[in-house]
């Protein structure tokens, strides 16, 4: 880790008695501070240190209001958290800044980091928390008219919980009224120099957007003058819900956060649970669970694949991609009975053994894809019309990149060989040979080039699983892992009640923090948990990679036209259920 | 009154099968693109799915017939016929067998593309009536891209134009009794062949409706018999396109043992077809990149095909 665990130190020296450090299960460094210091020591952690933290990783907040267990510096009715990333020094960096509930109000770091602002407005729609000079301070994930802010723990979880829901003329009026679109709202203008704009209101149901996504257009003829997005369409509340749901029946909601990652979403879900519980995972545990996020992993990018080309016109791949995604979810079938959300992570391990004849699946799998995927390159990737209208199109540059929190396949098109799976090595992925593909230019291209590659690799990954799968449990002995063991419930009375807590409460985690990242198919996918020593999680926070990836598009796309808006949404691979959770 | 019954027997068995035949070709294109996408296609209804066709004809026809309000509406029923009318007239001129065609112009191949240009307004036209702006960029792209096809489809004609010495159709494929032109004329071929895609706005020439950008372009707002007959529409001008590829580049009725009609309908689906596969193979092109191909490199091609025909035809004789 290195210099990782210098920061608290370089922090003390810089601002004394001003910050104060935290120890969280997940050993990353966390320091508090108060709201008024807030913005200094952030500038601090961007500008001031030898190996910076460039990246605003994750901003989001707990209401603190009904928790037993908190660290001592949490003093207020809620907490800000910062979590910064630090690429050069491959560390992270909590910052956390507790507020008193009559005065919910932070300074703005939209100034620090461009990525801030979508990050401000999500914590100010669910926890009402204000950010002082934000530029667009608005709901993002709720409807304009919504009253109050969910994630506040006197907000109801459930809809019987909150009182009849009547939606008379008035109510009809008042949201077709914030329904319509108001230029001004967006930043936009409606004429300038004589020449009067047209807006294209793209979305939320259009084929380019990829689910359900409003793109708001400024055009000159077809050029692309200003552009916003606005998202939230698709906002299920998933973080609200783990907090009503037990450790372990909150597995299957993770799976349909980015729907298309399947087994990818329950990683960092019970990694950060192992984490908090300090569960060793037995490594034949390890090796299914790499070996299905790598399949997940081609699925992910098949679909991708499909739709990209798609999006440029070519409508045969797609039929292609998801033909062979079949092939593939022919073995998740067998092996977990479920397709796209198969919910096959457990607490400690995996929900059961690999069945009998897996290997045969994977190994005509393996053997097959090979020849499809050189035949995409073919079509696809060497295809002159698609290089011309992707190549130099949408540039990012790796500051940029960095900046708004761009991981994944789009950060490796810029140039950056940042993948978690090799800098943070976990489930075992240090014992696989494997490659990072990167690309330069950070262009359409680039990305979808990186991703191609990407197929091959993880088929790489599964291979090896397939060749060295070890023997021994597929689930850890742990006490605490999920579901508990039944061997022994028939045979005496005090088993069986125990057998059947943690059955129907689940296990209890110990009280603490732990945030656990992964490489998903679209960037790093991490999950935050808050235990408060109970049977489900106090807070869980999902940072999900589309989010901050979505946030560059209207940057990207200034000065194009409206194919090229196209795409360059199908070049950066986002799901909208990733996006607003 | 035989002189009256004929041409109009010949008229209407030939505006029958044409329709019937563009509708067919539906059918054909959901098997064929199928076929090559590695699925069925619409195999249910009827022997291989035949009747496929017939449910949709009757299911389009029972449809409402919706004009939006906000339309421009005596344009927007206008448009699609149209774009169906300009697409069956320049039928006429189109000589199936020795015996059979509409009329017999000397004129011929203007007359094609006088009446075939009149497409674009029912494109225009249906983009600016239907008073949306998906439909509005749809049209406007329509315009400018088949404004600019037009030019080289013209010239591209003219080496063959100067092989035959006629605009005759007839004369035209008499001509080619000892060798198809698509030999002397290969880059006419391909340049008519480009720019008849792009006049039937198949991929990848489509812009006028890319379904990811514009949703349907320019006919967003078209529903039941009226989208219909812009469908219908665009398969006549398939058919059309691969009809006159046929009768100038490769012969026409011309060919040994069989039939001149079934030489003719032959010829004419190989070209369809490969407008088919084309569409199952390639991606659309941005819309700056199709005007400088159109004309940066299509147009000064077709004029150093027809200098280099005339040279070589001015230096034979």
Known sequence: MGPDTLVIEELTARFGEAVSAEACADAIPTVWTAPERLTEVLKFLKTGLNYPYRTLYDLTAIDERTRQNRPVQANGDFTAIYHLLSMERNGDVRVKAALPGNSLSLPTATGIWKSANWYEREVWDLFGIEFEGHPDPRRILLPHTWKGHPLRKDHPARRTEMGRFVFDEEKQAEEELSLKFRPEDWGMKANSDGTEFMFLNMGPHHTGTHGIMRVLLELDGEEIRDAALDIGYHHRGAEKMGERQSWHTYIPYTDRVDYLGGVLNNFPYVLAVETLAGIDVPDRAKVIRVMLAELFRIMSHLVWFGTFAQDLGQVSPVFFTFNDRERAFGIIEAICGFRMHPAWFRIGGVAADLPKGWDTLVRSFTKYMPSRLREYEKVVLRNSIIKGRTKGLGVLSLDDAIEWGVTGPNLRACGMAWDLRKKRPYSGYDQFEFEVPTAEGGDSYDRVWVRFQEMWQSLKIVEQCLNNMPQGAYKSDHVLATPPRKEKTMKDIETLIDHFLDVSWGPVIPAGEAAFGVEASKGNNTYYLVSDGGTGPYRARIRTPSFPHLQTVPGLCRGLEVADLVAILGSIDFVMGDVDR | ?317
Do not use: C
């Not at chain 2, 043992?257 to 070209?271: C, G, I, N, R, S």
């Open chain 2, 1 to 317: 009154m035989t002189g009256v019954m004929v041409p109009l027997v010949t008229m209407i068995a030939i505006l029958v099968s044409l329709t019937t035949m563009s509708a067919a070709l539906i059918w054909m294109e959901r098997r064929l693109l199928a076929l090559w996408q590695d699925r069925y296609g619409p195999n249910r209804v009827g022997p291989f799915g035949l009747l496929q066709v017939v449910a949709d004809m009757l299911k389009i026809f029972a449809k409402e017939d919706w004009v939006p309000p906000f339309s421009d509406k005596a344009v927007f029923v206008l448009a699609p016929a149209v774009v169906m009318t300009a697409a069956l007239l320049a039928f006429a001129v189109v000589p199936f067998t020795p015996g059979v065609s509409i009329a017999d112009l000397d004129i011929g191949i203007l007359f094609f593309l006088a009446v075939s240009s009149l497409n674009i307004y029912g494109i225009v036209l249906a983009g600016w009536s239907s008073n949306s702006k998906y439909s509005l960029l749809g049209g406007v792209r329509g315009a400018a891209q088949m404004l600019s096809y037009e030019v080289f489809m013209g010239l591209s004609l003219m080496g063959v134009v100067m092989l035959a010495g006629s605009f005759n159709l007839r004369d035209i494929v008499e001509a080619q009794r000892g060798l198809w032109f698509f030999v002397p004329q290969l880059p006419g071929l391909v340049i008519f062949f480009i720019a008849g895609l792009a006049e039937t706005h198949r991929i990848p020439f489509d812009l006028p409706e890319a379904e990811n950008e514009l949703v349907a372009g320019y006919h967003t707002e078209y529903s039941g018999m009226k989208f219909g007959m812009f469908f219908v529409g665009e398969y006549l001008g398939i058919v059309l396109i691969s009809a006159l590829i046929t009768a100038l580049f490769f012969g026409g009725w011309l060919g040994p043992f069989l039939p001149p009609a079934v030489w003719f309908v032959m010829k004419t689906l190989f070209f369809v077809m490969l407008f088919i596969l084309l569409r199952a193979a390639l991606p659309r092109p941005r819309f700056g990149q199709l005007m400088s191909f159109s004309w940066k490199l299509m147009l000064p091609l077709s004029l150093l095909n027809v200098l280099a025909t005339g040279a070589i035809l001015l230096a034979r004789s």
